[in-house]
């Protein structure tokens, strides 16, 4: 029988020899040939997500559409479709009617709303922001999505990933990974444009405690090279030991989160004031468990992402935002040129990582079976004979 020291030596070695040969397959794979709505579900919103948004997540092929084996987001005026007096001061009930009609959230009065009655006009953009949370979920892997990005201003691409389940409790606790995020403003834009994109974690105990600033990062393109002018790949490697989000290639990392330590002791919370939402976790919770991937145009918004002054038509304290940002539309719209354009969808998943669960299993028999038979196990074993038999002459 192996004695304590060599069954944990043997141990080690073999994690270590099964984390160096892990093995990726292709698990979701989307080029746009057509439009695959059993795949993307639109979300149906006025709500305008956590940040006020001005748009309105709409279902139709004229926000939302396939070309050439490109996917295409594209911004529009609302008036274009109920006019402007009815933006103004008109009423929106988006309630549905069938399954696949249906409003998706009523937060901030998502489904249904009243200028005349509110005194904020109706919201004056429609664009699309679509999901796989009813149809694809998983844990650990690698993500690669070619895109180019929008032009306009005040627009906001994004390409994230939110928790399946909220195993941890509502946003932020239970995580969320954006692996894109860019303005559609010109380079000289001071808080970013086209030219820059940001990759961030957001985690916290609660919505007020959101310690994103810890794990965010940017990268901006050098002279005049932008994001709007070729198709990149923004990627994610995520795993048990670090999050990564990269350009183009694995070597070019944009945001780097190592994990060498819980999230609750790394955003230095008091455990006799605070409790732990992932205690009894791996230090990776909450990026433990599933996430589904989002992609979504938004336009403008009171949550800071585009920071008053810098020629911004609203401030983020005004009651009445949305009305100053309308009302500044021959600013803005002529500079809405170019939709955000999806080229390609790739996910890679662990083949010793169930994704259904959410939790990595044991490695495969086949894996332990080529370990056995290989030179690495035989040099191990050598060594480990020699190391047993100088213990046993020495003692």
């Known amino acids: 029988m192996m004695s304590g020291l060599l069954a944990t030596f ?16 292709l698990a979701l794979e989307d080029t746009f040939e057509d439009f695959n709505l059993s795949l993307w579900k639109h979300e149906l919103t006025l709500g305008g997500g956590g940040n006020f948004e001005f748009q309105w997540y709409t279902n139709n092929r004229t926000n939302s559409y396939v070309e050439d084996g490109v996917l295409h987001i594209m911004p529009t005026l609302t008036a274009n479709d109920i006019g402007d007096a009815a933006v103004r001061g008109g009423s929106l009930n988006i309630w549905g009617t069938q399954p696949p009609n249906l409003c998706t ?18 919201n004056p953009v429609k664009s699309a922001r679509i999901r796989t949370a009813e149809s694809f979920s998983f844990t650990y892997g690698k993500v690669e999505i070619r895109a180019k990005l929008p032009r306009g201003d005040w627009l906001w691409p994004a390409i994230w990933m939110l928790p399946t389940d ?48 810890q794990t965010n990062q940017a990268t901006t393109q050098e002279q005049k090279q932008d994001f709007t002018s070729d198709f990149h790949t923004y990627g994610l490697i995520w795993n048990e030991t670090h999050l990564i989000g990269y350009l183009d290639t694995e070597d070019n990392p944009v945001l780097e989160v190592p994990i060498t330590e819980s999230f609750f002791d790394r955003g230095g919370w008091n455990q006799s004031v605070w409790s732990n939402p992932w ?3 791996g230090n990776n919770a909450p990026f433990d468990r599933k996430f589904f ?41 002529p500079t809405w040129t170019q939709s955000f354009q999806i080229d390609s969808v790739r996910v890679w998943t662990y083949k010793d990582t169930e994704p259904t669960t959410g939790m990595p299993t044991t490695p495969t028999s086949s894996a332990m079976i080529q370990f056995l038979t290989s030179s690495t196990f035989t040099l191990v074993m050598l060594s480990l004979a020699l190391s047993v038999g100088v213990f046993k002459v020495l003692n």
């Open 166 to 213: 909220e195993q941890y409790g509502s946003w932020p606790a239970s995580g969320e990974i954006d692996i894109m995020e860019s303005r559609g403003n010109p380079p000289e834009y001071a808080p970013g444009g086209y030219n820059s994109y940001g990759s961030t974690l957001h985690w916290g105990v609660n919505v007020h405690q959101n310690q994103f600033p």
């Open 293 to 333: 991937l989002l992609i979504n145009l938004a336009v403008g918004g009171v949550g800071g992402y585009f920071p008053d002054g810098a020629g911004k038509p609203w401030n983020n304290t005004d009651p009445d935002s949305v009305n100053k940002f309308y009302n500044a539309k021959d600013d803005w719209f």
């Open 105 to 122: 959230g009523n937060m901030f009065y998502g489904c249904e709303r009243n200028a005349g009655a509110s005194g904020n006009y109706l």
């Open 279 to 281: 205690r009894g976790r």
């Open 10 to 25: 043997v141990l080690l070695h073999f994690t270590a020899y099964a984390a160096a040969n892990r093995e990726l397959v």
